[in-house]
T-cell receptor
Framework: AQSVSQHNHHVILSEAASLELGCNYS??????LFWYVQYPGQHLQLLLK??????LVKGIKGFEAEFIKSKFSFNLRKPSVQWSDTAEYFC?????????????FGKGTKLSVKP | NAGVTQTPKFQVLKTGQSMTLQCAQD?????MYWYRQDPGMGLRLIYY???????DKGEVPNGYNVSRLNKREFSLRLESAAPSQTSVYFC???????????FGPGTRLTVT
């Protein structure tokens, strides 16, 4: 079955540190890729998405992600994190022609930023 | 636009009771979804409706039923609640199955 893996369960950084969260998926066909953020006590909000074109995608709040097709990866990056970035981050993949007509989510990475 | 709305926000049930979670979207989206979120488990799809008039099981459908009432509304019913159904439930909608989903604020359900 298709799956999405997020490598880190919990990441702790100090403010101004750089962030990279890993995401890999297992599907050989065409995909759309997404990163969502969930602030404490809130619902999921879309950070950025990739459908086609430039594999480097810029999202809201200074986040970006790079799609590397050969590695089946879509890692999320931010050059300098802030305390307000403390949240849980979910990678998700939708499949063209897959067995599920919906998003497959990773289990999430909790980010804690120390002021 | 309100986006995706859910009612209620909080609910406490006793084992064996039934209830319906309501979801509505005003974005003219075709597809709607119900997820549950449990600590360390991420989001798990319960049921989805790719378009008005269709519903399909997701990863964890047991103990739930859904109704796509019209294009705007998608309800989730628990016929006989169990403690294992204690969770946060999110409704979502999207333009189509491969597009980004927009989430509602969630319902926190506790079954005692």
């Amino acid at each position: 079955a298709q799956s999405v893996s997020q490598h880190n369960h919990h990441v702790i950084l100090s403010e101004a540190a750089s962030l990279e969260l890993g995401c890999n998926y297992s599907y050989g066909g065409t995909v759309n890729l997404f990163w969502y953020v969930q602030y404490p006590g809130q619902h999921l909000q879309l950070l950025l998405k990739y459908f086609s074109g430039d594999p480097l995608v810029k999202g809201i709040k200074g986040f970006e992600a790079e799609f590397i097709k050969s590695k089946f990866s879509f890692n999320l990056r931010k050059p300098s994190v802030q305390w307000s970035d403390t949240a849980e981050y979910f990678c998700a993949v939708s499949l063209y022609g897959g067995s599920q007509g919906n998003l497959i989510f990773g289990k999430g990475t909790k980010l804690s930023v120390k002021p | 636009n309100a986006g995706v709305t859910q009612t209620p926000k909080f609910q406490v049930l006793k084992t064996g009771q039934s209830m319906t979670l309501q979801c509505a979207q005003d974005m003219n989206h075709n597809s709607m979804y119900w997820y549950r979120q449990d600590p360390g488990m991420g989001l798990r799809l319960i049921y989805y409706s790719a378009s008005e008039g269709t519903t399909d099981k997701g990863e964890v459908p047991n103990g739930y039923n859904v109704s796509r009432l019209n294009k705007r509304e998608f309800s989730l019913r628990l016929e006989s609640a169990a403690p294992s159904q204690t969770s946060v439930y999110f409704c979502a909608s999207s333009k189509g199955e491969v597009y980004e989903q927009y989430f509602g604020p969630g319902t926190r359900l506790t079954v005692t």
